[in-house]
């Protein structure tokens, strides 16, 4: 008691016919030292992301809409790359929380300092690492992505729906595909949901009117949990917030150097299970938030394209039975376990998810799992000839059981 903090509100108003509205944002000053680690990331996003940050060039954007926490992934990742050798610039509007050791530029159009003014100088200045606010126009773009081309590592926003629609976004601002297919490390999307208080929660069977959206059948291999209400939350149920997050990594898609447009690469990601969208991220973190909040924030056509996978196998794979019976997980396909390291950890990380379902404590670790996949794609190349194997998941027999079938 008795502190005093230093706080920073950033105003927004807008008249209108019954008087002003008035949007405040408080930045506290505390908070610039969360890092990823706390903002709550699944690890299938977390750790994939954190390997591109440690690389010495490429671009790795951060998208969602105003006030979806963009910034303090970005702050986080600055952190978590922070070395007092490696030299970082960042370009911001505004300057939200202060760094020391790294240098924070505030743009100013009044006097001509833009994004694009900015990230001109910066790359006369030989940094390691650059931080651009927003991409906000096709300069802008352009620059920062032939700087991850020559040699930096550019961290960026956009304002897109998902981590696969940045693609048609870039395409809009002009920017080559051969250039996106070169330069773009990943794409991070993500929402903030409220979170259930903790004080209060409780498991409680949803109407079908709340599953029904994502679901053709009631989901029993889920638990559903909400906060009932009380004096902790003010008693609305909610406490804070989390993130729902996904990883977009281009190069995982065969038909993306093909130059597939957004809407075969949400087919392939719907066909061959190879991403985790912001909706299998609420489903995994059904204790921390309720699926009514899954569906408040998650764009409606990413609803569509869950519901629409729910309703078919994966390609090559043999049929379980209805999900509610097994517990069925998902597919990956692997060609090459040497390159694919990120992929194998996305599986180890959907293996965990159904062995927390059955509540099996008997889980092998992450370097055993990536040793069993590289022995049995070893063994079915050599065997059948393939260049390609479809791994799938799903629980039966009170276990997780991994199948390996030849695609080709």
Not at 55 to 79: F, I
Not at 130 to 138: P, Q, S, T
Not at 145 to 158: E, P
Not at 192 to 214: M, Q
Request: glycine share 8%; aromatic share 8%.
């Amino acid at each position: 008691m008795g502190q005093k903090y230093n706080l920073d509100f950033r105003v927004a108003t807008c008249p209108a016919i019954s008087g002003e509205n008035v949007t405040i944002r408080i930045l506290d000053s505390r908070n610039a030292n969360v890092g990823l680690e706390k903002l709550n990331h699944s690890p299938h996003v977390l750790d994939p992301f954190k390997i591109f940050l440690k690389s010495a060039a490429g671009m790795v954007l951060v998208t969602g809409p105003t006030g979806s926490g963009k910034s303090s992934t970005l702050y986080g990742a600055l952190q978590y790359i922070y070395d007092p050798t490696l030299k970082i610039i960042t370009a911001e509007d505004p300057i939200e929380y202060s760094f020391p050791g790294i240098m924070q530029t505030q743009i100013n159009n009044k006097i001509g300092l833009s994004f694009s003014q900015l990230l001109r100088s910066f790359l006369r200045l030989d940094p390691d690492v650059i931080l651009v606010g927003e991409i906000r126009d096709g300069d802008t773009a352009q620059i920062g992505f032939d700087a991850a081309q020559t040699g930096h590592l550019v961290l960026s926003t956009l304002h897109t729906n998902d981590a696969i629609s940045t693609l048609g976004r870039l395409d809009d601002l002009g920017i080559d595909r051969a250039q996106i297919a070169a330069s773009l490390s990943c794409v991070l999307a993500q929402r903030l949901v409220r979170r259930i208080c903790p004080t209060c929660l409780a498991d409680y069977v949803p109407s079908e009117e709340e599953w029904s959206p994502l679901f053709s059948d009631y989901p029993t291999h889920l638990t559903f949990f909400k906060g009932e209400g009380c004096s902790d939350c003010d008693f609305t149920g909610f406490s804070g917030r989390t993130l729902l997050s996904e990883l977009f990594v281009p190069s995982d898609f065969k038909s993306f150097n093909k130059g597939a447009g957004v809407d075969e690469l949400k087919a392939e990601a719907i066909e061959s299970g190879r991403m985790k969208t912001m909706v299998d991220d609420g489903l995994l973190k059904l204790g921390d938030t309720t699926i009514s909040e899954i569906l408040r924030v998650v764009p409606h056509e990413m609803i569509q394209m869950f519901r629409k996978r729910g309703s078919r196998s994966a390609p090559g794979a043999h049929d379980p039975g209805p999900a509610s019976s097994t517990g069925r997980g998902r597919g990956f396909m692997i060609t090459d376990p040497a390159t694919e390291g990120i992929r194998i950890d996305q599986m180890y990380e959907e293996y965990l998810s159904l062995a927390a379902i059955i509540q099996d404590e008997e889980k092998i670790d992450r370097e055993l799992f990536h040793r069993f996949v590289t022995d049995n794609f070893q063994d079915l190349t050599k065997t059948t000839g393939s260049h390609s194997i479809l791994f799938n998941f799903e629980n039966a027999d009170g276990g997780v059981r991994i199948t390996a079938v030849p695609l080709d």
